[in-house]
């Protein structure tokens, strides 16, 4: 059994701080990567909004989960040795070979089966743990924090994932 990535969050908290922490840097990288395709001022705000931007942070967060990988047997006996786990898998009961990721602080776990494609199998795993396991908790948050605050703007505006960046274009 192998392991991909580095992050494994114990808590709630410490997955939001890192969830939140990636904000800036989505930002960052979506503002490079339009440079480069030479957006202009008025194509970026047209273009990248606050949805890029989180798609970005998304995909940042969820590529450095710590994935576990391995054969369908050492699968069976780490859920043998965590039945206090819900584990949600997907793909074929039938294929030698699991990818799994588990998030301590729900008592959750995902996993996908694969043949051949290991990397494509991680990628799915990753999306998969997190639609299911993270995003559901973020969202809420958000949605409490904008609730109590009675606040109707895009929401990620104060973690650096809100409203595109003016400062580009030619010069920029």
């Known amino acids: 059994m192998e392991t ?85 898998e997907v793909g074929s009961p039938n294929v030698e070979r699991v990818v799994w990721h588990a998030a301590p602080f729900s008592k959750e776990a995902v996993a996908a089966t694969y043949q051949n494609e290991r990397e494509a199998a991680v990628g799915t795993l990753r999306r998969q743990a997190f639609s299911r396991l993270y995003r559901p908790r973020f969202e809420s948050e958000e949605e409490n924090t904008e609730t109590e605050a009675g606040d109707d703007t895009e929401s990620g505006a104060e973690d650096g994932v809100g409203e595109a960046d003016e400062e580009i274009g030619p010069g920029s």
């Open 4 to 88: 991909e990535g580095s992050f494994a969050p114990e808590s709630e908290e410490e997955a939001r701080a890192a969830f939140e922490s990636a904000g800036p840097t989505a930002r960052q990288v979506v503002r490079e990567a339009a440079k480069a395709m030479s957006f202009d001022r008025e194509e970026y705000r047209e273009r990248v909004t606050s949805d890029v931007v989180e798609t970005a942070r998304n995909v940042l967060f969820a590529d450095r989960l710590a994935v576990r990988v391995g054969t369908r047997e050492e699968f069976e006996t780490w859920t043998d040795e965590h039945p206090e786990y819900e584990v949600t």
